[in-house]
């Protein structure tokens, strides 16, 4: 009698084919959480809410072509640069951040659909990471988008055609784009960290209020190292020119090295992100 063949046993997927079957799940992610985050209400009030630094330079504009001629304004990317530092890392930033981290899991979870992802068979990180990237590429294309508009308008103002080229020389579009650079690496530093406190905490957005205006512009006037522990202390020590910087330092010693800076940044964003994947491998299905 012969002996029975044994049945087949379906073989482990290949590393290769593993990976791009994670990367099929994590786009297929991103594309709906895309589609939800552009046909939101919340899109139009931020977009209008960033469009108020270009309101500036575009009056300007306006009234010299329709009412009077304006004196010139001068040194356009000085005015720029000023622009990054008192609005866009201490406003826009902020409230970009707060919008769109803290609603990152939160808002999942109090429109009860955080069940459906839950319910699928995605592993966890998959979801998280999926969700950050997303929610990162929408309020990054704002930012960057408003960030260029101000630097085009600024130097429109210009009276003439070859002081409005200069806003293609290379050395300015070296620091537009630097500049646009750090504020996105920022940009998702404070996403990852607010959409960790959203998913951890109850009322994460009032703690992440009173870490940016509180925390973060309170302790920077405080001596010693305690001002390594704002991630504006990093973000601040990797801009390409000295504007910010110089007031920033002014009082409170020496910055660390931009390696170190971009480090500690990376780490904030991965302990982040770990925090909230555990959080949703803990959470009770409903």
Same mark, same amino acid.
């Given at each position: 009698?012969?002996?029975?063949?044994?049945?087949?046993?379906?073989?482990?997927?290949?590393?290769?084919?593993?990976?791009?079957?994670?990367?099929?799940?994590?786009?297929?992610?991103?594309?709906?959480?895309?589609?939800?985050?552009?046909? =939101?209400?919340?899109?139009?009030?931020?977009?209008?809410?960033?469009?108020?630094?270009?309101?500036?330079?575009? =009056?300007?504009?306006?009234?010299?072509?329709?009412?009077?001629?304006?004196?010139?304004?001068?040194?356009?990317?000085?005015?720029?640069?000023?622009?990054?530092?008192?609005?866009?890392?201490?406003?826009?930033?902020?409230?970009?951040?707060?919008?769109?981290?803290?609603?990152?899991?939160?808002? /999942?979870? /109090?429109? #009860?659909?955080?069940?459906?992802?839950?319910?699928?068979?995605?592993?966890?990180?998959?979801?998280? =990471?999926?969700?950050?990237?997303?929610?990162?590429?929408?309020?990054?294309?704002?930012?960057?988008?408003?960030?260029?508009?101000?630097?085009?308008?600024?130097?429109?103002?210009?009276?003439?055609?070859?002081?409005?080229?200069?806003?293609?020389?290379?050395?300015?579009?070296?620091?537009?784009?630097?500049? *646009?650079?750090?504020?996105?690496?920022?940009?998702?530093?404070?996403?990852?960290?607010?959409?960790?406190?959203? =998913?951890?905490?109850?009322?994460?957005?009032?703690?992440?209020?009173?870490?940016?205006?509180?925390? /973060?512009?309170?302790?920077?006037?405080?001596?010693?190292?305690? #001002?390594?522990?704002?991630?504006?202390?990093?973000?601040?020590?990797?801009?390409?020119?000295?504007?910010?910087?110089?007031?920033?330092? *002014?009082?409170?010693? /020496?910055?660390?090295?931009?390696?170190?800076?971009?480090?500690?940044?990376?780490?904030?964003?991965?302990?982040?992100? *770990?925090?909230?994947?555990?959080?949703?491998?803990?959470?009770?299905?409903?």
């Amino acid at each position: 009698m012969s002996a029975a063949i044994p049945s087949a046993i379906p073989a482990a997927p290949d590393g290769a084919g593993l990976v791009r079957r994670r990367l099929g799940q994590l786009r297929a992610v991103v594309g709906l959480n895309l589609r939800i985050a552009l046909r =939101a209400k919340r899109i139009w009030i931020i977009g209008l809410l960033l469009f108020l630094p270009v309101l500036l330079p575009l =009056a300007y504009l306006i009234i010299s072509a329709v009412v009077a001629k304006m004196p010139p304004v001068q040194d356009p990317m000085t005015i720029f640069r000023k622009m990054v530092s008192l609005v866009y890392l201490r406003v826009a930033i902020y409230v970009l951040a707060l919008t769109y981290g803290i609603s990152m899991i939160s808002d /999942e979870v /109090e429109g #009860k659909t955080l069940v459906h992802l839950l319910l699928r068979p995605l592993p966890r990180w998959i979801v998280v =990471a999926g969700k950050f990237i997303s929610t990162w590429l929408v309020a990054g294309a704002l930012l960057a988008a408003s960030v260029v508009l101000t630097y085009a308008l600024y130097w429109l103002t210009q009276p003439s055609g070859i002081e409005r080229l200069k806003m293609f020389d290379p050395g300015n579009l070296r620091i537009l784009g630097l500049d *646009a650079l750090v504020m996105l690496f920022a940009l998702s530093a404070y996403l990852a960290l607010f959409g960790c406190l959203g =998913a951890r905490l109850p009322h994460g957005e009032r703690w992440g209020v009173v870490f940016c205006f509180g925390w /973060e512009w309170l302790i920077t006037y405080l001596p010693a190292r305690l #001002k390594w522990m704002t991630l504006m202390y990093h973000v601040q020590t990797l801009f390409p020119h000295d504007v910010s910087v110089s007031q920033f330092f *002014a009082l409170r010693g /020496e910055p660390l090295s931009k390696t170190t800076c971009v480090a500690i940044l990376l780490v904030v964003i991965g302990i982040s992100l *770990a925090l909230m994947t555990l959080n949703l491998k803990r959470r009770e299905i409903r």
